[in-house]
């Protein structure tokens, strides 16, 4: 072992627990809430299969998300995991006001009357939190309340800037319920003033994700990107996809974002239900098309917030979205406020390894190659011949080294057989690519020879149990080491 190699094992090392955490390939992201908001509580989730911390700020103070922040690198510095944390910004949020009574109970073919001025909401009045509704509705859009529960069509644009909707489909309307206006073409930006004031707490924080809300199109990314940029703030951005326009600008918006969210909440209530399943599917290809990191999100097991088993069709949807390839399954209400938030990650775990185990070699070769668009097409063909060569021979492990992450990103999006490890200097991506398929990434700086960095990434592979004698391990590289060049070099060694 080189003399250097002692440092960069864990001072806390747990052999067995950094084995079990890398057992399943697709991720887990967990939304941290009252449910899960203490140093046992949240190291007991990790221990369970948790990848990545979301920390949702629709809601809390930032004086708690900070002691969060503070608890989950606690549990970095203390034991054998890189749990990634991403800051989820609220985005415009479109409100009915207060309700007489707290309940209205609207008929189809009622009139109802929309007003951007604060009041008490009857049968005369309700006030909608949207400023710019009366200039962006027209006559004839969709309104949705309640994630649906309630459908309303827009009849008159009043003088005044009163909107007038009858109602469709009926129901008790309630205080502060969610609107969306799925034919709509909005103009509010998607970073609010809130977002703004919250973004300069995360950037301060320097977490690992932060996801934007409300994303329809690619300046939206952009527009994050160049404040990261101007706070030289390494963050990784996720474009939440909840938006018609989203779909139809996708493959710009997949390409501007670091990863990619499918919040299948909202996008369910704007778009038709039955195309919301093919949408996620086509999403999941495009990001593995592009090395971009895949989430799937919104009631994946919401059952089980109260319950101690899922649905049938929670277990479907779970094993349906690890077969169609994404990089992490997310939890929201089920670990932020339900009461088995520990028994949510280890089903989602359980039902995950199940699918990975039984039925990993159906057929992904259209998605699965280099293309030859791509312009590091030559260095992402070397990262596919990697994988298809540890699965030639059968190698225990497929080791990468990267400075971008992109290496790593490519080598995870060609979903290899062998288990995926990633060394790099830039302690800010250890973490980040722990939202990523199969990755699980070790910092290490060294830059002596190209067979003296081999040798120290396979004892420390060694040393934490992930390999043994007579492994075989592929390697990837690129040569010179100090020019840090694209990667160019593939290497198979037998472990001694």
């Known amino acids: 072992m080189s ?75 203390t034991e054998p995991y890189n749990i990634a944390i991403l800051a989820d910004l609220q985005g415009p949020k479109l409100r009915v006001g207060q309700i007489e009574n707290d309940a209205l109970d609207v008929k189809p073919g009622d009139i109802l009357t929309f ?57 008790i309307l309630s205080s502060n319920k969610g609107i969306n206006l799925p034919d709509t073409k909005i103009s509010l930006p998607a970073l609010t ?28 990314i952009s527009g994050l990107k160049d404040i990261l940029k101007e706070r030289n703030c390494k963050s ?3 474009a939440k996809i909840e938006k018609p326009e ?8 997949i390409i501007e ?24 599917k086509e999403i999941i290809r495009k990001c593995m098309h592009r090395a971009k990191p895949v989430i799937v999100a919104t009631q994946m097991m919401e059952s089980m917030i109260d319950r101690i088993k899922p649905n049938r069709s929670e277990i479907t949807d779970v094993a349906n979205a690890v077969l169609e390839g994404a990089d992490a399954l997310m939890l929201s209400g089920e670990t932020a406020t339900g009461h088995h938030p520990t028994l949510v ?3 989602m775990c359980k039902i995950i390894a199940e699918v990975e185990k039984n039925a990993y070699d159906y057929d992904r070769d259209d998605i699965l190659a280099p293309q030859s668009h791509s312009p590091s097409f030559l260095s992402d063909a070397l990262c596919y011949s990697a994988c298809k060569l540890a699965q030639d021979v059968q190698a225990e492990a497929l080791i990468g080294m990267t400075q971008s992450g992109y290496t790593a990103f490519m080598l995870s999006s060609y979903r ?14 250890i973490n980040q690519l722990s939202l990523s398929w199969g990755v699980r990434a070790f910092f290490y700086a060294e830059e002596h020879s190209l067979d003296d960095i081999i040798f120290d990434q396979i004892n420390i592979l060694k040393e934490r149990g992930f390999l043994k004698a007579g492994d075989l391990v592929v390697n990837t590289s690129s040569i010179p080491i100090d020019l840090h060049m694209p990667t160019n070099l593939l290497k198979i060694t037998k472990v001694d």
Request: contains cysteine; charged residues 25%; aromatic residues 6%.
């Open 246 to 253: 989203a779909v139809l600008n996708i493959r710009d918006i």
């Open 115 to 171: 007003t951007n001025e604060k009041c008490i909401g009857t049968m005369e009045r309700i006030y909608v939190s949207y400023p710019n509704l009366h200039s962006d509705v027209k006559h004839g859009d969709c309104i949705m309340i309640d994630d649906g529960k309630l459908e309303v069509r827009v009849v008159e644009i009043a003088a005044n800037n009163d909107v007038k909707v009858v109602v469709i489909m009926g129901g």
């Open 345 to 347: 990650i280890e089903t």
């Open 3 to 77: 003399k250097h190699l002692s440092k960069y094992l864990h001072k806390n090392m747990d052999k067995q627990a950094g084995i079990e955490h890398t057992i399943k390939r697709t991720k887990i992201v967990a939304t941290v809430g009252p449910a899960c908001d203490t140093y046992d509580k949240l190291l007991e989730l990790v221990k369970a299969g948790v990848n990545v911390f979301r920390l949702n700020f629709s809601h809390g103070t930032h004086a708690d998300k900070a002691r969060i922040i503070e608890l989950i690198r606690q549990i970095n510095n």
């Open 416 to 429: 290899p057989k062998s288990l995926l490890y990633i060394f790099s200097k830039e302690k800010s991506l």
């Open 193 to 220: 003033e809130k977002d703004l004031v919250d973004l300069d707490f995360i950037i301060g924080q320097n977490v690992d994700w932060i996801a934007l809300s409300f994303v329809r199109q690619v300046k939206d």
């Open 236 to 238: 990784k951005v996720i």
């Open 257 to 280: 974002s670091d990863g990619i969210m499918i919040a299948r909440g909202d996008l369910g209530v704007e778009l038709p239900v039955e195309k919301v399943p093919l949408i996620q």
